[in-house]
């Protein structure tokens, strides 16, 4: 678990630097030349969703190790989701982050309308966002399924369950300081419906001291999703 653990913190530290990023003004400088993109727009696009998809992987070969499932074809139909979930996810943090800033810059967030910013703004709000929660949603079936069908074959500790729910604590929280704070959209069903797979796969197996990854994922998107819908309706 110790290798389990520390990938974990990783993934903290992933939503730590994406929620600094984006809820404060430290990275609202420009890059040069001619200021083609925001500090916030470049460690969206490369750094943090690099490191993001790194530490996925890193998972997903801890989860697979040297099991025998990697000889059946579901192991192989899987990899190849995880690879198109890897693929969509970094197409569209290149499409989002760019049309974004040229959003906000130059057609005020939508407010302008011209064919130009229409585009813009679709490309940003719309296009982009299905295209990375499809890639989101499938790295995250894969760990989900790929550890359903290889579980651990030691249960965690009581150490161990209290490392991993800090750290689905501080993603959870996250996740909530990212959505509550604006419109419903697309990224509230997506966490969702992830939180119901999670939880579904553990009350189906039955044995979630042997799943630490489902077990982060169900703890981390309940509390986020939950907390999110709670304050929504207590704020209209």
């Known amino acids: 678990m110790k290798k389990v653990h520390w990938l974990l ?9 994406l929620s600094v990023n984006r809820l404060t003004s430290l990275t609202l400088s420009y890059l040069q030349p001619n200021g083609f993109l925001r500090w ?14 790194l530490l996925y992987y890193f998972l997903l070969r801890d989860t697979v190790r040297e099991s025998v499932f990697k000889k059946k074809t579901l192991y192989t139909f899987l990899f190849a989701l995880f690879i198109t979930g890897v693929y969509l996810f970094g197409a569209s943090s290149g499409t989002h982050e760019v049309t974004n800033y040229l ?15 229409n585009i813009i703004s679709y490309n940003d709000d719309e296009f982009s966002h299905v295209i990375y929660y499809l890639g989101f949603v499938l790295m995250n079936l894969v760990l989900l399924f790929m ?79 939950v907390g999110t819908s709670i304050y929504k309706l207590l704020n209209g």
């Not at 929280?173 to 509230?188: P, S, V």
Request: glycine share 6%.
């Open 9 to 17: 913190t990783g993934l903290s530290v992933t939503i730590l630097l």
């Open 40 to 53: 916030l727009d470049f460690n969206a696009m490369i750094p943090i969703p690099l490191l993001s998809i």
């Open 103 to 117: 959003n906000a810059r130059f057609c005020h967030a939508g407010s302008v309308k011209s064919t130009i910013c």
């Open 147 to 225: 550890e359903y069908n290889i579980p651990r074959q030691k249960g965690m500790t009581k150490k161990d369950y209290v490392f991993v729910s800090a750290n689905a604590l501080f993603i959870g929280l996250g996740i909530f300081a990212n959505l509550a704070f604006e419109e419903i959209g697309i990224d509230l069903y997506v966490f969702g419906f992830l939180m119901l797979v999670s939880l579904w796969i553990l009350f189906t197996k039955k044995i979630v001291s042997k799943l630490p990854i489902t077990y982060y994922f169900a703890f981390s998107y309940t509390l986020g999703v």
